[in-house]
């Protein structure tokens, strides 16, 4: 049995959390609803939750400063959250958990049944990646948190070279000859580095264009990376790739 508080402003919120639980999640005991920050720091020391469903935007100390204020997060960990374009990108960053509201029965149980399955608590990266990008929203994420078959992998930014799709996987490559497949598809990589200078130039292919040493004509051309690698162009991308390497990739 899962040890869980609630922290969410919002009373029906917490209160349907709480049926949804009960209902289709019974390996989950709710200890305590909490209203803001504050409430829910005093219910993890009392309680010594497995887990905590925490709300972005709350009263008096909000779910981030909450996790600032804790330090150290020996608990498993899902927010709980409206739609919000800069939080949302800083979860995702972060590859911590998250419900959007309304909430979604299916998407529950999925949720609590990663934290049985996987039963590992955020590691200390993960925090620092998304509390960095709560508080500087308008800064490029230096690093992602990506999940592979061992686990957890943070990856710097900038030592990506390309990106291969590969189904649901995509395979990274990155400097110093390095390889990593990553449990997610090259949608979702595309998205979490459209910040920064990535282009998709095939439908397999994401590629970073700092990364590039050269552009080679054809019907669409190709590109060597700084990797030696070649990586062709989709003639419908060749234009937009074209305009970016003479404006200076942004």
Same mark, same amino acid.
């Given at each position: ?11 029906h ?10 209902r =289709?999640?019974?390996?989950?005991n709710?200890l305590?609803? !909490?209203? *803001? ?8 020391q009392? =309680? ?5 469903f925490?709300?972005? &935007?709350?009263? +008096?100390m ?28 800083a ?8 419900l ?30 998304i509390?960095?990008?709560?508080? *500087? ?5 230096? +690093? ?6 061992e686990?957890l ?15 649901? =996987? ?10 990593i497949?990553?449990? !997610?598809?090259? +949608? ?27 552009y080679?004509k054809g019907?669409?051309?190709y ?5 030696g690698?070649?990586i062709?162009?989709s003639?419908?991308?060749k ?6 390497l003479?404006?200076?990739? &942004?």
């Open positions: 049995m899962l040890k869980a508080i609630i922290a969410d402003d919002e009373a919120c917490s209160k349907t959390l709480k049926e949804m639980l009960k =289709y999640c019974p390996e989950v709710v305590a609803s !909490c209203a *803001n920050g504050i409430e829910a720091l005093q219910a993890i009392q =309680y010594d939750p497995d887990l905590v925490l709300d972005v &935007e709350m009263p +008096k909000n779910g981030f400063e909450m996790l600032e204020q804790l330090g150290a997060v020996n608990f498993h960990l899902i927010f709980v959250t409206s739609y919000d374009a800069y939080a949302l990108k979860i995702r960053f972060s590859a911590i958990d998250y959007l509201k309304p909430l979604d029965r299916v998407e529950l149980e999925a949720a609590v049944q990663k934290v049985v399955k996987r039963m590992q608590t955020p590691l200390p990266e993960q925090l620092r990646i509390l960095e990008k709560m508080q *500087n929203p308008a800064a490029a994420s230096t +690093k992602i948190a990506l999940p592979t078959m686990g992998q943070m990856i710097s930014v900038e030592s990506i070279i390309s990106c291969e799709a590969d189904d649901n =996987y995509t395979t990274l490559t990155l400097k110093n000859n390095k390889k497949v990553v449990s !997610c598809t090259l +949608k979702v990589i595309e998205e979490l580095l459209e910040e920064h200078p990535f282009i998709r130039v095939h439908r397999s292919f994401l590629v970073n264009l700092d990364e590039v040493e050269k080679v019907d669409g051309g590109l060597v990376m700084s990797d690698a070649h062709f162009i003639r419908n991308k234009d937009e790739l074209l305009k970016r003479i404006s200076g990739k &942004e």
